[in-house]
């Protein structure tokens, strides 16, 4: 069983305390090394076992996958069930540390786990960040963002999809359509919903996919937070069921306590798999086209250094995410055709790539401040007992990212454009106290100027508390994407324009929502019976306004606002006669053969909650889209198959 789970289980855990914290934030202290560490390891191991098996290799398959991702792995995975895929992902196999939840928010921001994009200064938002940059995380290796982000698993409003139907004009996008690619995934953990007071719709879940989803046992103040919501008028919903608004403890992409990525989901349990081929380390940046039809038939790629080339008889897939997919077809020629001529790259197809960036925006009011010992405070709640409790039965604080709730509903914007049925405003609770580290957290995490926010919350350190985040679900403005260079090791420039809305609509809503989430912390009963209240401290570029006055919470929001990393919109599907099209509703690259996108990108709109659940059903639906395309191909092999035998 081993010491530590040994020691916790006996009793001797209060003689530990004392030595245990130094060992935990040496542990900490040392992580940019450990990550570099395995990095270098891994990356040895798989240039190694490349070397030995390059001449194996025939370099032609049935299907290229461009990225393995949260879509890229599912795409992969159902059809190497039918046909030979090369999968290319650019970095190597997830950390393990990432397999630990509560460390989400320590991983971002290291080259090692996370590709640490940077927007263009931004003029409206993002105030307080360094250099006004917001920060945009993502994962680094195979499951891509689904091994870094805080593993929140949310389907959607139906309103989302039926949008999307409307847009395409293809029913096959409305949400009674995309639902069975949601439940085909879904492995659900029925025994994790243990509280009798949540609406649970059993019937809009299953088991037996490859994808565990449920509730943590770990859940910090999540029962007052619910019951504030409906003492507001956000009543309790399965937020993975039909709502209008609701609220509802979070769901997470977990299993057994740990981070259940859709690499552990679709790539890792089939990586004998004869029909699968993965390539690490392995960065496309040439797509090979043939013919006045622009027919795909290949890729170009470096792995550890080296060029090389492989060949797709049937298709290629670019499931790179929304910034690198559309970055890609940029720089083999499809996108705006002004744009690739200043930068000298010959233009196949002119689309627009990359000029429907859309986003979530976020902003963190609080601190709330309680008196009550119930929030989770690293220094004082992470111990041997605790380190034990998740080692041996996924349970306890480290089986948490520190979202615990959730909440939808409509502002005033929506009720009066008549979508009242529509939420436009997320909040995100964070049964999370003031431990002495969180302005170093949030800093590293978010770039955030790191002396505002310890100016900010050195007064409330090893306070009990919470945090609600206020997101923009339903954005307003469109950002865009363009190239830096024609070269393909440059990053793009990244401009989402948050709150840059001509009527000023997207600042007014985040307003409104911070100062609902304010009223419900300080008025609902069951906060204040712990005491709740705001902190008294205020945002410190704000300090000069009236505190809580419109004018503060709409500084403190434009200044300490942050990317929620839910980019998307880059490479939206429509009409083919649309001019705001890069792909059709079956995800086919317009004005090109045998090339799709399947990602996050293709969303004409996106979706009012966390993206990643809603992403993995991207690459379901567009798996299916493929298969029923390939459909006369594989009755003839399996006709050919049953036949010899």
Known sequence: MGFLPLVAIHGGVHSMVNWFLPVVYGVLGALPALLIVFSDIEKSTDKLTSCVTKYKEKGLYDFIVVGGGSAGCVVANRLSEHFNVLLLERGGDPNPVSLVPELATILLNYPETDYMYRTVPQRSSCLSLNKRESSWSRGKGLGGSSSLNLMVYLRGHPRDYDNWANITGDSRWTYSNVLPYFLKSEDYCFKCERNPYDNFQSQFHRQGGPLSIGKPLFNPLVEEFLQASAWGGIPRVDLNAPYTQGAAGVTYSQRKGRRWSTYKAFIEPILKRKTLTVHRH???????????????????????????????????????????????????????KEHLYGLGIKVRVNSPVGQNLQDHIGTFPGPFLINQPKSFISERDINPSQVADFLLFGNGSLSTTLINGLAFFPSTRAVNDGESDWPDTQWMFLGLGNHQDIDKDLSHGFNIRYDVLKKFFDPVKGKDGFQITVMLSRPKVRGVMLLRSADYRDDPI??????????????????????????????????????????????????YLPFRSDSYWECFTRHYSVSIFHYSGTTAMGPRDSPFSVVDSELRVIGTKRLRVIDTGIMPTVVTVNTNGPTIMIGERGADFILDTWKNYIKQKYFYNNFKS
């Open 494 to 543: 990244l401009d989402p324009r948050y709150f840059e809305d001509l009527n000023g609509d997207d600042i007014k809503v985040m307003v409104e929502g911070v100062k609902r989430a304010v009223y419900i912390s300080e008025n609902a009963p069951s906060f204040k019976r712990l005491g709740s209240r705001l902190s008294p401290i205020p945002f410190p570029p704000c300090a």
């Open 282 to 336: 392995s960065r496309v940046y040439k797509i090979l086209f043939r013919g006045h039809t622009n027919e795909a038939y290949g890729v170009e790629y470096i792995r550890h250094g080296k060029r090389r080339v492989a060949y797709a008889k049937k298709e290629v897939i670019l499931s790179a995410g929304s910034i690198d997919s559309a970055k890609l077809l940029m720089l083999n020629g499809i996108g705006p």
